[in-house]
């Protein structure tokens, strides 16, 4: 039965308000799945569920599966689909207001995600698993192809979301989809976004996290300006002080955000440790 006849069947209509866009060709799940690299010993967390197609082959390869459903009138054909496989467990609720740590318990520790993503709302999901106190190891995600290029955008043409990404794991695309690979159709080509966390953790935590991406958000408030202008009105400093700040850190003031490397950003802050508590919250 496709995708089409089980929706007649149960009655539902895709909502358009959650980005109801389900995966349904088989060559385009087995791709994301060969990218989740799901072993034996693997717990899976999976986001959207739907009609359970990647669903199927996580419970064939995976330890456990525990699936994140928002749309109720899914979950009692998702639970009775899933009967008779202990390992695989339907989640009913919102995965930005799930405490994870409660629904994997032992297993938070050591988890991965494989998700067909709503693409209104990648980017708060990715920063809410990235960013929560149980971050997964690998992340397997489809956005849309622009979001995608974002994402794992390269210094040149980085930007925020690429910044807040790849602070947190390495980010690669795994593979082009197109419209027809899912039911119904979105209007944009997608793809498959693999983020590997980095093994030691971000660079930062805490606090020293938070100043960190504030320095950043002010970088790019004013992406076509140079650092020194765009630091100073994002940080309310002067240009003087900023350009003093930057040499320490050993960056040309003339650059633009867009420009910069993880590894350049976190020269900037470190130069600016001294200089915080002036900061204007």
């Excluded at 089409?4 to 149960?10: H, K, Q, S, V, W």
């Excluded at 980005?19 to 717990?43: H, K, S, W, Y």
């Excluded at 765009?230 to 930057?246: I, T």
């Amino acid at each position: 039965m496709n995708a089409l006849e089980t929706l007649r069947d149960l009655g539902v209509d895709p909502k358009k308000s959650l980005g109801q866009n389900f995966m349904t060709e088989p060559a385009a799940l087995r791709r994301m799945l060969d990218a989740a690299e799901i072993e034996p010993d693997d717990v899976v967390l999976e986001i959207g569920p739907g009609l359970g197609a990647l669903t199927d082959l996580l419970a064939e390869r995976a330890r456990r599966v525990v699936a994140v459903e928002i749309d109720g009138r899914f979950v009692p054909y998702l639970r009775g689909r899933y009967a008779s496989m202990p390992h695989v467990e339907i989640v009913l609720g919102d995965i930005l207001e799930i405490d994870i740590g409660h629904i994997l318990g032992a297993d938070a520790d050591r988890y991965k995600v494989a998700a067909n993503l709503p693409y209104y709302i990648t980017s708060p999901i990715l920063r809410h698993l990235l960013e929560g106190a149980h971050p997964p190891s690998l992340l397997v995600v489809t956005v849309q192809w622009e979001v995608a290029q974002r994402i794992t955008a390269a210094p040149g043409a980085m930007g925020l979301l690429s910044v807040g990404v790849q602070f947190y794991g390495s980010a690669t695309i795994a593979g082009k989809l197109k419209p027809g690979n899912f039911t119904p159709a979105p209007n944009v080509d997608s793809a498959i976004v693999q983020i590997e966390a980095h093994p030691d953790g971000p660079p930062l935590t805490g606090d020293a996290r938070d100043q960190f991406f504030r320095i950043a958000r002010a970088g790019f408030s004013q992406p076509r300006k140079q650092l020194r202008n765009s630091l100073a009105a994002g940080l309310h400093l002067a240009p003087g002080d900023v350009v003093d700040w930057l040499g320490t850190a050993g960056i040309d003031p003339r650059r633009r955000a867009e420009t910069l490397s993880i590894d350049d950003w976190l020269a900037v802050y470190q130069a600016a440790e001294g200089r915080i508590a002036s900061l204007n919250p």
